[in-house]
């Protein structure tokens, strides 16, 4: 059975997804990328970049590796493409990714703006909702052809998931550091409340893995 899903996103010890002040140098806001280095250093991360044959593996590879696991379709928030605001500016900025994103399916970009889709090598074509999370998740599904949509951040976006309901699971990686400041994942939110209970806590070689499921 296909699943909504959020896997492998990583927060600080003190619950927060992304730092502040994202531009073209911070994608994930300053000092976000520490959050992530984790997954840098592991082996399915060096050789989805071409460098095979390099990096760890262990626990954290094995998480990082079973997050690509039968996603049909993915959904990001705006500021997960790109830190470009307002109106598209033409078809110059393609993502964070190069010429042939990690994706390699569907990939739905919530946005307030029109843009035509956008073909990339290897599978990934991004395409751009503007009449919100309902309407991405349904094209998200249809387009995954009975596997998983995994929503893939930033923050906001897996809020609004979160409390429409509409996540079935999430693997969080807790990294040891203290952002103290940023986009908080959970601040207001019952995840009791919204019926998840935590399946297993996993510590690997540079993150500890917790996996929550609904009832």
């Known amino acids: 059975m296909s699943k909504v899903r959020v896997a492998a996103f990583s927060i600080s010890l003190d619950g927060f997804g992304?730092?502040?002040?994202?531009?073209i140098n911070n994608p994930l806001g300053v000092r976000g990328l520490e959050l992530h280095q984790w997954f840098f250093d592991t082996e399915i991360f060096q050789k989805m970049y071409g460098q095979s044959g390099s990096g760890a593996q262990g626990?954290?590879?094995?998480?990082?590796?079973?997050?690509?696991?039968?996603?049909?379709?993915?959904?990001?928030?705006?500021?997960m493409f790109g830190p470009?605001?307002?109106?598209?500016?033409?078809?110059?900025?393609?993502?964070?990714?190069?010429?042939?994103?990690?994706?390699?399916?569907?990939?739905?970009?919530?946005?307030?703006?029109?843009?035509?889709?956008l073909v990339m090598n290897g599978g990934t074509t991004f395409y751009f909702v503007t009449d919100g999370i309902e309407s991405a998740m349904k094209q998200a599904k249809d387009?995954?052809?009975?596997?998983?949509?995994?929503?893939?951040?930033?923050?906001?976006?897996?809020?609004?998931?979160?409390?429409?309901?509409?996540?079935?699971?999430?693997?969080?990686?807790?990294?040891?550091v203290l952002l103290g400041e940023g986009e908080?994942?959970?601040a207001g939110i019952n995840l009791a409340e919204l019926g998840f209970v935590v399946e297993k806590a996993v510590a690997g070689e540079k993150a500890t893995h917790v996996v929550l499921r609904k009832k």
């Open 84 to 117: 470009v605001r307002g109106p598209w500016d033409g078809d110059a900025w393609k993502g964070w990714w190069g010429d042939t994103p990690s994706y390699h399916t569907p990939v739905f970009v919530l946005t307030h703006y029109e843009r035509a889709p």
């Open 143 to 176: 387009a995954a052809g009975g596997k998983d949509v995994r929503v893939g951040g930033g923050v906001s976006t897996i809020r609004q998931y979160l409390t429409a309901g509409q996540i079935d699971e999430m693997h969080l990686a807790v990294s040891p």
């Open 18 to 23: 992304a730092g502040l002040r994202q531009d």
């Open 184 to 186: 908080h994942l959970f």
């Open 59 to 79: 626990v954290d590879n094995g998480f990082a590796a079973k997050s690509f696991e039968n996603v049909g379709a993915w959904i990001l928030g705006r500021n």
